[in-house]
């Protein structure tokens, strides 16, 4: 998309186009509750990143993405990370586009109504997996309210291309919650099922109104539910931010509930604003608490914990895949 069709002001009725990329308070601006100012907490010195260096694969991958007309959500939500994941020739591609149905306030990836989909990007992300050697893979999407099956053939067709291309290819999705085509969605992964599959709880129930207007906490655990009871023998994940406002036991709650649901793999890490207009960081929790949570994590069962403030849910996706799919089941 050109820059100039990304819109970050807050628009009147009058110019409103449903057409454009909606980024920051353009995206914000309509949601049920309101984002409200509050204090800009000074980082600590824990929270670090890693630059891209020119001497590591950060411009090839960059380079490969553009020709092959290729989003990744590392750019899109503008990770942390990117400098790092892109230096080790790793990425988390981002399908159906760049432009989500939702207006979660913590995510920077643009709202606006989709374009349609690209019937070459199965194709275009398979040769560009085979082209860059990935051992591992991470497809992930916006939301697509838009389409009767919440995008899940779109799903199959890239996870298949994939692996005629790159048969060795450990492939993870990151799904949306398929809002009210659960069913037909799980159907339709049954035609290629992915080797991990992951989906967000994103924060605590008491917060899904404010932090994921249009998405329900229990939904969002019955469908790794689900998935687990057609494909019990592989590994199901999600992942949490904090620093939203909740409260530890209020995390340790969710990662019970969880295990509840059969989930075997576990991300958490620090919330950082994307923007001014997005919901504040009311907390930056110490490391020592992070340790606390990856400890209670295995005393509940994860096959797999990946806590830390920089941690996100595809951060090193590749290694906490191989830590749960070499130890034996909880």
Known sequence: MNPKDVVRDAQSTETYDASAKQKAGA????????????????KPDWIRVKAGSPTTRF?????????????????????????????????????????CTRRCPFCDVGHGRPDPLDVNEPQNLANTIAALKLNY????????????????????ECIRK??????????????????????RALEILKAAPPDVMNHNLETIPRLYKEARPGSDYAFSLNL????????????TKSGL?????????????????????????????????PSTSHLTVKRYVHPDTFKMF???AYEMGFRHAAVGAMVRSSYHADQQAGHAMGQPKA
């Open 27 to 42: 995206k914000l601006s309509r949601i049920p509750i309101k984002v409200q100012p509050g204090e800009i907490l000074k």
């Open 59 to 99: 411009y090839e991958i960059k380079d490969v993405l553009r020709a092959n007309k290729l989003v990744t959500v590392c750019e899109e939500a503008s990770c942390p990370n990117i400098g790092e994941c892109f230096g080790k020739g790793t990425a988390t591609f981002m399908i159906m586009g760049d432009k």
């Open 137 to 156: 893979v991470v497809i992930t999407s916006v939301d697509r309210d838009d389409l009767r099956d919440g995008g899940a053939g779109h799903f199959v």
């Open 162 to 183: 994939t692996r005629e291309l790159s048969p060795q290819t450990q492939i993870e999705v990151l799904v949306p919650d398929f809002r009210g085509r659960d069913d």
């Open 224 to 235: 790794l539910k689900k998935f687990k009871a057609l494909f019990p023998d592989i590994p």
């Open 241 to 273: 931010m904090v620093g939203l406002g909740e409260t530890d036991e209020e995390i340790l709650d969710v990662m019970r509930d969880m295990r509840a649901h059969h989930i075997d793999m576990l991300t958490i890490g620090q919330y950082l604003a």
């Open 294 to 296: 990856e400890a209670k």
